[in-house]
């Protein structure tokens, strides 16, 4: 006698039910798939609103290790997929309409590459910092508006991209996913980048196109690593660290208004210089120029606290809880930046040097923006003898 199937499982789609010849064309991917021990699954473009049960059912796929699941509808992850596909490593939700990421993600202990672009996310749960062997994450086109600070915790992550949401700012955490090398902001509502990125030693590019910069740290592009920044259409950026002078830059859209750039030399510098210094952090406390040949007090302590212990980090935890405040503290464990021409560390002060960019060697390469570059140094003496194109 010929062998009795089993009914097909219910299986929805945008509208309803899966017609008939779609359930057994998914049915029969499946189960070749569970047959054969496949590694990868393509389940693309399959009009699906539920993850399928088929895929959770009994062991699971245990030997799975790619899932590709692209330009469906569905709208959550089950709180089992880790129990169900121990074994993924690259997991691809592009285009579905998925609002919320369960806890348990942080279960997929082997996962590499998550692709959750253009969907519904509003939240990212804390937990998407346990997946420790995670290195590439895209969370581009969502309805974000904050980052966990529990990203620091990946420190595999390789590839970073949080592009068209709505995001105010990035965490300071960030510097601790020493691995990253690509990470892209563009078309969100950020107005500074926390200088901690500066500390990302393997960051290759940096894209932040299209946001509300008003400032970039001093250190931007100090590492000789950074080699691609694209910092467009950020209209009230007016200055871009001198360290960015030998790197391929984006930033067209960008600098001071046309009416500076006409009449008396010396007013149109010095009305550049202060646009350009428009979104200082607050640490600084004074702004010097050539003129002012004494370094202030607090500084002079501070460049002698971060000489006695920049070499042994782990001392500052030593220092007594009232010795410095904690503000201080932590400028002493990420300076303001460093002298852009004796690389001296600089905390409070700093003495910056204008040099518009249609001045330049590049005038003829970014024909549509007036941004300048600004070299920032530890004192009159750097100041006056920083050279740009030297």
């Known amino acids: 006698m010929p062998e009795k199937k089993e009914p097909l499982p219910s ?3 945008r509208g309803g039910e899966v017609p008939s010849e779609m359930a057994t064309e998914l049915h029969e991917t499946i189960f070749m798939a569970k047959q054969e021990r496949h590694k990868s699954l393509f389940l693309n473009y399959r009009n699906l609103n539920n993850f399928p049960v088929e895929l959770l059912k009994d062991e699971g796929l245990q030997f799975l290790e790619r899932l590709y699941m692209k330009r469906n509808s569905l709208t959550t992850l089950p709180d089992n997929l880790a129990q169900k596909l121990p074994n993924l490593i690259e997991l691809y939700l592009h285009s579905n309409n998925i609002v919320i990421i369960p806890e348990a993600i942080g279960n997929l202990a082997r996962l590499q590459s998550l692709d959750l672009s253009n969907n519904a996310l509003q939240l990212l749960c804390p937990e998407i910092g346990r997946l420790r062997s995670l290195r590439h994450l895209r969370l581009s086109n969502n309805q974000l508006k904050c980052l966990p600070p529990e990203l620091g915790d990946l420190q595999e992550l390789e590839t970073l991209d949080v592009s068209m949401n709505q995001l105010t700012s990035l965490p300071d955490q960030l510097h601790r996913c020493i691995s990253l090398q690509n990470l892209t902001a563009d078309q969100n509502l950020l107005s500074h980048v926390p200088r901690q990125l ?8 940096l894209s932040m196109a299209a946001n509300r910069l008003t400032f970039l740290p001093v250190d931007l592009g100090r590492s000789r690593e950074l080699q691609f920044v694209f910092v467009d259409n950020n209209v009230d950026l007016k200055g871009l660290p001198s360290y960015l002078y030998n790197k391929v830059i984006g930033c067209s859209e960008c600098g001071v208004s046309a009416q500076v750039l ?3 030399l010396g007013k149109m510098l010095g009305e550049a210089l202060s646009q350009a210094l428009v979104g200082l952090p607050a640490e600084v406390n004074v702004v010097g120029s050539e003129r ?8 002079l302590a501070m460049r002698t606290l971060h000489r006695i212990y920049h070499h042994r980090p782990t001392d500052l935890n030593l220092l007594p809880p009232i010795s410095l405040p904690k503000s201080l503290l932590d400028l002493l464990r990420f300076p303001l930046g460093h002298c852009h021409r004796c690389s001296q560390a600089m905390f409070t002060v700093i003495y910056p040097k204008l040099f518009p960019l249609r001045d330049t060697a590049l005038a003829g390469v970014h024909r549509r923006t007036t941004v300048s570059f600004v070299a920032y140094c530890c004192s009159s003496h750097c100041l006056r003898t920083f050279d740009l194109q030297g």
């Open 292 to 299: 002012d040949n004494v370094v202030p007090l607090e500084e």
């Open 11 to 13: 299986l929805l789609y």
């Open 262 to 264: 006409e009449g008396d």
């Open 198 to 205: 500066c500390w990302l030693h393997r960051l290759n590019q």
